[in-house]
Antibody
Framework: EVQLVESGGGLVQPGGSLRLSCAASGFTFSSYWMHWVRQAPGKGLVWVSRITSDGSSTSYADSVKGRFTISRDNAKNTLYLQMNSLRAEDTAVYYC???????????????WGQGTLVTVSS | EIVMTQSPATLSVSPGERATLSCRASQSVSINLDWYQKKPGQAPRLLIYGASTRATGIPARFSGSGSGTEFTLTISSLQSEDFAVYYCQQYNNWPPTFGGGTKVEIK
């Protein structure tokens, strides 16, 4: 059974940093692109970032570029999102998601974690 | 970036009835369009990809259609577990973008 479990969320002050983790199990993690998607309170889903299966290439939404860094450790089956210079508008539930198409990527998300809440407030 | 617009924002339907949800793209996305179901406190669930292909384990009462800029998700006979928010998402152009969602509520 595919499982994705996020952790690392919490309350942080504006300008602060936080590192999210996503522990994957039930599939060959190193064979799949992975993504982060967020949902602000009462709002819709917004794609944040993606990383290729071997970690060689990454992409970011304009709203987080230069502040967030996605990475992965295939030996530990874990995806990360390092978030720096956090703003109030980054407050959201952050979901990690697996890409449907494995090595080739498709930006379709077939399995999602339960999410971790990040609150940016003073 | 491509803007996805969903209508209506809220759809009130009785159990057993048919629900039809619409999604419009600001430019053609071919058939590179997904539908997701989201319930409060739960992870989103992929329903449809490639505009009309049901994801693994998705009941046949869910169907998707359309191409280009106009898409439809149909739930043929609403079950109690289908009341949720539904999102469309395009992956034809980077970045992938979601619509604002349609809430399907009990009438």
């Amino acid at each position: 059974e595919v499982q994705l479990v996020e952790s690392g969320g919490g309350l942080v002050q504006p300008g602060g940093s936080l590192r999210l983790s996503c522990a994957a199990s039930g599939f060959t993690f190193s064979s799949y692109w992975m993504h982060w998607v967020r949902q602000a309170p009462g709002k819709g889903l917004v794609w944040v970032s993606r990383i290729t299966s071997d970690g060689s290439s990454t992409s970011y939404a304009d709203s987080v570029k230069g502040r967030f860094t996605i990475s992965r450790d295939n030996a530990k089956n874990t995806l990360y999102l390092q978030m720096n210079s956090l703003r109030a508008e980054d407050t959201a539930v952050y979901y990690c998601a697996r890409d449907l198409m494995g090595y080739t990527g498709s930006d379709t998300f077939d399995y999602w974690g339960q999410g971790t809440l990040v609150t940016v407030s003073s | 970036e491509i803007v996805m617009t969903q209508s209506p924002a809220t759809l009130s339907v009785s159990p057993g009835e048919r629900a039809t949800l619409s999604c419009r793209a600001s430019q053609s996305v071919s058939i590179n369009l997904d539908w997701y179901q989201k319930k409060p406190g739960q992870a989103p669930r992929l329903l449809i990809y490639g505009a009309s292909t049901r994801a693994t384990g998705i009941p046949a009462r869910f169907s998707g259609s359309g191409s280009g800029t106009e898409f439809t998700l149909t739930i043929s006979s609403l079950q109690s577990e289908d009341f949720a928010v539904y999102y469309c998402q395009q992956y034809n152009n980077w970045p992938p973008t979601f619509g604002g969602g349609t809430k399907v509520e009990i009438k």
